[in-house]
């Protein structure tokens, strides 16, 4: 059969099927895109979790957290009457620490996770156990095919596209699930959705500086003919000018000469004009705003001093890391222990470096609570990184400290001596 004889009997088939498309919502390519997470913006441009990565702000603002929490120190504690201790036999902890799954370290699964997180609102990873229940691995899947529904039994499950196009349904006790804010408590809402105006207006300067500067950063332009020309004539003009001097072309600044009676004249409106760097660095701290990352973790250092900077990076830990930080603790918490555990065992981030400041904030810091006596020379040392020291688990006070109910009482007398007078 030819190739022209395959393609009638495709249309013939085609003709017989019903059509696709709905009179109320048409196959276009705006509904495509849409279908594929891209989300149009009044700026002309989409914007999609996955492109939204090359807004050079986002990219950063989202490395930024996904890095920061991914390289935080993670451990498992037992409650006890008073505090908690250390565990690392349980399966949790050996995940935790050595590796979730054979091809990911914890820093990879915390990263991936908090990056799906930042972008779809939503990330999710399988927790594998054995028969008995134990656990055995955990694999991150796909925000963008996975999602959360009610069965027939009004039962939370998740269901995930497979790579061969199978809806697979999993246990919610076997998904963790990490969400960002929430309508309901459930599914947490996509901040590029919800930011696609800030996000569009971004892409959408980015393009035309790319474009202006593939222009030799000059504004575009007509060439004027008294007369008349065909539309063929047209397009040969118009493709054999760019061709002689477009600077992607690399003939530009080159000396142009004009026939025939044609003019060049230049139009568009200047960068100064449209204030084109002002709207990026709009743009770019509103970005910054969104995920609450300080101006200059993002490499934008115009407000930041050195009065200043060490607050900001304070505020960076306190109001953006440590939030997140807490919702993946109770996922973790929630998903990795059983309901006999969850009273006994719990995950904890050690945000200790991130809010210990300079050098010699932290020095006299740990020398207040060396001489209160609530801090040992051990505990200090641990904290420095150090291995512990002989004697160093004494907790000491100074010497002519007493207690405040014996601060205004009079010294007490010293007994009388008595001489004993020799016989």
């Known amino acids: 059969m030819s190739f022209l004889d395959r393609l009638g009997h495709l249309l013939m088939l ?9 009179p109320t919502t048409p196959l276009s390519g705006a509904a495509l895109l849409a279908a594929f997470g891209a989300i149009p913006t009044a700026s002309g441009t989409y914007v999609s979790p996955s492109n939204a990565l090359q807004i050079a ?46 091809e990911m370290s914890p820093v990879d699964l915390i990263e ?5 997180v930042l972008l779809w609102g939503n990330g999710y990873a399988e927790v594998q156990r054995s028969a008995d229940g134990s656990l055995v691995s955990i694999w991150p899947l796909r925000p963008d095919q996975t999602r959360p529904v009610r069965n027939s039994r009004n039962a939370l499950v998740y ?5 061969d196009g199978q809806p697979r349904r999993r246990r919610s006790d076997r998904v963790l699930h990490l969400r960002g804010l929430s309508f309901d408590g459930l599914v947490g809402y996509t901040p590029v959705a919800l930011a696609r105006e800030s996000l569009g207006m971004a892409k959408a300067t980015e393009t035309y500086g790319a474009r202006f500067f593939a222009n030799d950063s000059r504004p575009g332009g007509v060439l004027q003919l008294d007369g008349e020309l065909s539309p063929d004539a047209i397009e040969r003009l118009k493709a054999s000018w760019e061709a002689a001097h477009s600077a992607v072309s690399g003939n530009s600044h080159r000396v142009a000469v004009l026939e025939n009676g044609l003019k060049w004249q230049s139009i568009g409106m200047p960068n100064d004009d449209a204030q084109w760097l002002e709207t990026r660095k709009y743009t770019r701290s509103e970005i910054a705003g969104i995920y609450r990352v300080p101006a200059h973790l993002i490499n934008d250092l115009e407000k930041a001093t050195f009065s200043n900077i060490e607050q900001q990076g304070l505020e960076f830990a306190t109001l953006c890391i440590s939030p997140w930080c807490v919702r993946i603790e109770k996922a973790l918490n929630q998903t990795l222990f059983t309901e006999a555990e969850r009273g006994r065992l719990f995950v904890k981030f050690n945000l200790g470096g991130l809010v210990r ?24 040392r641990e904290l420095e990184d ?38």
């Open 14 to 22: 085609r003709q017989q099927q019903p059509p696709l498309e709905r």
């Open 57 to 102: 702000t986002v990219y950063a603002c989202v490395r930024v957290i996904a890095e920061t929490i991914a390289t935080l120190p993670v451990h498992v504690y037992r409650r006890v009457p008073r505090g908690r201790e250390l565990v690392t036999t349980h399966p949790a902890a050996r995940l935790l620490d050595l590796g979730p799954n054979d």
């Open 112 to 116: 991936t996770l908090t990056g799906h």
């Open 159 to 163: 269901v995930t596209i497979d790579e």
């Open 357 to 380: 400041g300079d050098i010699l904030s932290r020095f006299n810091a740990y020398a207040t609570a060396r001489q209160n006596g609530w801090m040992t020379a051990n505990e200090i």
């Open 386 to 423: 150090m291995n512990p020291a002989e004697g160093g688990d004494e907790l000491l006070v100074n010497g002519n400290m007493v207690p405040i109910t014996e601060a205004g009482a009079p010294p007490s007398a010293p007994a009388a001596q008595t001489e004993e007078v020799p016989a």
